[in-house]
């Protein structure tokens, strides 16, 4: 079952990839522009706050050779994706999942990974490897009585944190709360629980350590994992950036052959603030948390809209039915299952969430709904079996599925304007009036020129000039799609290049 799970999986890729193949959004820029620097050698400025570094420094070999390297990124993904099927169908096996619905499982698993790793390219596929691998051993026979697979979770845990940032928040909660697990079921003593914490945290933060010195050795500022936690709060809390004061109406790129800002974004920001800086964020805080709680429904709805019904089935019938002798040390195994699901979502909920961070859970959700319907299957006729099999694997690919054709082409448009402005030998830096900056970062790398965002809508025409020729800023982008121009510009100012069907290009008059 797996090598045709497998096989599904590329066959859907490949067959997608005309389609699907375009979706390099803000984000995968600085990914990209990262890695670029890295194999420029250009190792101090590639040190980010923000971005976790892992994803970039794969590329880096490729990059080396002169291989492109989106094209690149895309394929390691796909190559992570497969990954992932591989542990899953271990991990399946570890909870001795039945073969008919192993193999429903797995072949819808199949569909939902090539959505993954077309939607997301950087971060979330990869640390998905880390988290199955960690658990796959923390899972394992006679865990709780080993130290060396204690500190294996450290090391993997650690390496990790260099994928997505968040590993190491959800490993601390949630290795102490699995070890804490086996304690209160007096599978390992008081003082073996403390060493193997120690074990394992001590090994993941020894990997951290590096990065931690290299992020103070560029900020000058000590973080143990960067600043990706505190700039995101101070942007909810305060519904938007908050930028240093010589920062007028252009945003300037991160150094000045960044594509954009987005590039290293801590520099620019100034005023970070928290929960905790006043009466008045820490309300706007709570809000926050209210909603964000409200979108994690959601979030579990994409993964399955039968997603929260196995959970809350599942906290009753693992954790407060009336279990018989024998039911107690198999249901072990399941309550720890449910116990991660439970936790994976819990800092993100303090903040912000999107169903991609929650990822694992698709998997988890998977087995607990599986292992759900074998312990009733004897209860029910066996076509009724095979039929709820069927809508299980089924309710986890239709908004993967209905989501693959909302994304067909998408920012295949963007591709297209970065040729228009290589055909007509653009280059240098440009800004634009486009409501979503994010676009034209995309459009920047691509053509290898630097964007100055523009992240107001009430400048004047003077005001744009004025900051143009402060930044010595050549041309202005204008989408003529957008319903409202932020200004009308004067020919006797603004010389027009060309029009296209998706924008028109100004240049500055000197």
Known sequence: MLPLALLLYVLLCLFLHPYLGYILDSDGVAYLAIAKRVANAQYLQSINGLWSPLNSWLLVPFIEKGMDAWTIAKILNFVFGGIVIVLVHLLFIRFKIKKIAHAFLLMALSVVMVHNVYLQTFGDVLQLIFALLYLLILWSENFYSSY???????????????????????????FAATLYWFYSKKKVTLKNTVIMYCLGIFTALLLILPWTYALHKKYGVWSLTGFAGKLNMSWYINSGKTFKSDIKLLIPPSYNDSPSFWE??????????????????????????????????????????????????????????????????????????????????????????????????????????????ERVKKFIHPYLYLISIFILAFSFIIFPVLNIENLKNKNKELFEYAAILEKNNIKGSFTSNAIDAGRMWVVAYLSQNQFYTIERTDYTEQELIDEMKRYHVTYYLFQSENNKPSIQLDEQFFHLLFKTNGFDLYELRP
């Open 148 to 174: 060396w697979k204690a500190t294996l979770c450290g090391l993997i845990m650690g390496i990790a944190f260099y994928a997505k940032a968040y590993s190491l928040a959800f490993f601390l909660f949630h």
């Open 264 to 373: 290293d974004p801590y520099p620019s920001q100034e005023n970070l603030s928290s929960p905790f800086s006043s009466g008045k964020h820490f309300i706007k805080w709570i809000t926050r948390v209210i909603h964000t709680k409200l979108t994690a429904i959601e979030c579990y709805n994409e993964i399955s809209f039968l997603a929260l019904s196995i959970l809350l089935i599942s906290l009753y019938y693992f954790f407060f039915r009336k279990k018989e002798v024998d039911e107690v040390e198999d249901n072990i195994q399941i309550q720890l299952l449910i116990f991660t699901i439970l936790i994976l979502p819990l800092g993100y909920l303090m903040m912000h969430i999107e169903t991609r961070y929650i990822w694992l859970n698709i998997f988890l959700l998977m087995i607990a709904g599986a292992v759900l319907l």
